[in-house]
């Protein structure tokens, strides 16, 4: 018996022992809520399995784990895009993207100053691996080089052109819309024509101007000359988390270091609902619709006008409605709605009563929507949100309202559609089971690969050799001009042999009639 308890407790001080929790430092400098709600589930995931957490971010957590470090940037500034989207005149599509552009260059530099961060970095502590978010801020990529640690690029709204850059994964612009379109997989000629130009500017403008600025705050904030922040994406750059997953997206190739772990953020189990959202929820035998905006939009910023619309639309809905409506008071509220400037999503989509969600069409949104099977009314406003809700109605569990034609019978019509048809609910149910239909939850698959870049000291065997290549010799330009020129020169070789050979023959045959003239 001795024998035995002595064994045991040598064994289980054996595992103590070779337990390993890795140090993980995670970036998540964006501003918006929704980019911080997700990279803090997974950093919270991490601490949960162990691992000493450490997280950058403008953001805290309500109920941090022990093990998980919260270096909180307090000079982030405030943007109000709510206001700016709702309620001013639309501005084109280049005004936003360049004005957008300048704030995230002012943004990286606050960041990069900021006493809390700064004295991260003087600390110089050891990380096995580093967590950066990647949406547009690159020079942030060098505490890969600060601190001599692998990157994992997390994007938070799965692939776009600054996260498959990282590793050289193929976009081919054929079947691969852009995120700034609705556009599908199988595109005309038209669209197709569209989103390579779309894209190709999209490469020239970021490629330019905004690379460009990054790589002098880069070199400003890490001056060290090697390596270069271009070099950085293959010395450390091991490789991206994608917030997606196929079931969800359009078929698109992507390399072995690309690891979609999409939907680790949604409750697999619904958290108790506060005793009046249940008795609401419970008590509506034909259904609750809910209604959000999301994280950053407001609600209370909609225009009188469209406000009055959708109450009127909802005052005549035989179902109920949950609107996350950000004030104390709703003008003209109907009886059937109930307003709270903050609703636990996640847990009332997985009611079985809601029967719809009305939404911005945000990733995280429609991604809770589809696991708990419930279709979606999207009014896109910005960035990938036209995308998501275009996906959306492709596949048959959404409709799009767009946000300049929100009337009242714009919505009415839609909502009684979706109310009357059960194809919609039918459809999100059958995406829904294709995407939990999953061989592991997706934490334990982004733990495994955090994990394995640490225990192989960066993975570099996953590194592809297009992460070294130029744009020219990625898409193997220079091979095709050399191939378009060769028979060029081949005829216009050609070309000058014969007028040489012409021109031998005219002055032979001048020759002869001149000599016979002599003659």
């Known amino acids: 018996m001795k024998i035995n308890f002595f064994g045991s407790l040598c064994t289980i001080l054996f595992c103590l022992g070779n337990a390993h929790g890795y140090n993980i430092l995670g970036v998540f400098h964006t501003g918006g809520k929704s980019h911080y709600i997700v990279g803090s589930a997974l950093m919270k995931g991490l601490a949960e399995a162990g691992h000493n957490v450490t ?276 003008p003209n509220q109907p009886n059937n709605v109930l307003v709270r400037k903050w609703f636990p999503q996640d847990d009332i989509l997985a009611h079985p009563n809601v029967v719809m969600f009305i939404t911005h069409g945000g990733l995280l949104s429609v991604m809770e929507s589809i696991y708990h099977g419930v279709p979606v009314l999207g009014i896109p406003i910005f960035a990938d949100q036209h995308m998501n809700i275009g996906r959306a109605q492709k596949a048959g569990y959404g409709l799009t309202v767009t946000y300049t034609n929100l009337t009242e019978e714009s919505i009415s019509w839609a909502i009684n559609e979706m109310l009357s048809n059960d194809r919609y609910a039918n459809q999100a149910k059958a995406v829904s089971s294709r995407f939990r239909d999953q061989p592991e939850d997706p934490m334990s698959r982004a733990t495994y690969w955090v994990e394995y870049v640490a225990r192989h000291g960066g993975a570099k065997h996953l590194v592809s050799g297009g992460q070294e290549l130029n744009f020219i010799q990625y898409h193997n330009l220079d091979v095709f001009a050399l191939l378009f020129a060769i028979p060029i020169l081949l005829i216009l070789g050609i070309r000058c042999l014969l007028m040489k050979i012409c021109c031998s023959r005219n002055k032979s045959k001048s020759a002869q009639k001149s000599s016979k003239k002599t003659n």
Do not use: C
Request: hydrophobic fraction near 40%.
């Open 55 to 330: 997280i950058v971010a403008p953001f805290k957590h309500p109920n941090p784990p022990s093990n998980m470090r919260e270096v909180v940037i307090t000079t982030y500034p405030y943007i109000d895009v709510s206001k700016s989207f709702l309620q001013e005149e639309p501005k084109s599509f280049l005004e936003q993207v360049h004005e957008f552009i300048d704030v995230v260059i002012n943004m990286t530099n606050l960041i990069l100053t900021d006493p809390a961060v700064v004295d991260l970095m003087h600390k110089r502590e050891k990380y096995d691996v580093i967590i950066q978010e990647i949406f547009l801020a690159e020079a942030l990529l060098g505490f890969g080089k600060h601190f001599n640690a692998p990157i994992i690029g997390f994007s938070t709204f799965g692939a776009s052109k600054w996260s498959t850059d990282l590793n050289g994964s193929p976009s081919p612009p054929s079947y691969v819309p852009n995120v700034q379109l609705s556009f599908s997989d199988r595109m005309t000629f038209v669209e197709r024509l569209i989103n390579v130009v779309v894209t190709a500017a999209e490469g020239v403008y970021f490629g330019y101007y905004f690379h460009g600025k990054q790589v002098e705050l880069y070199n400003k904030y890490f001056p060290d000359p090697k390596p270069s922040l271009e070099e950085l994406k293959s010395t450390h750059m091991s490789l991206v988390f994608l917030n997606s997953h196929f079931s969800l997206n359009y078929p698109r190739p992507y390399l072995p270091n690309m690891i979609e772990i999409g939907g680790f953020h949604v409750n697999k189990k619904a958290n108790p609902l506060p005793k009046d959202l249940q008795d609401f929820l419970d008590s509506a035998p034909n259904g609750v619709i809910y209604f959000s905006l999301g994280s950053n939009l407001k609600s209370t910023d909609l225009p009188n006008e469209k406000r009055d619309a959708l109450l009127k639309v909802f005052g005549k809905l035989p179902v109920k409605v949950m609107w996350k409506w950000e004030d104390d008071n709703l």
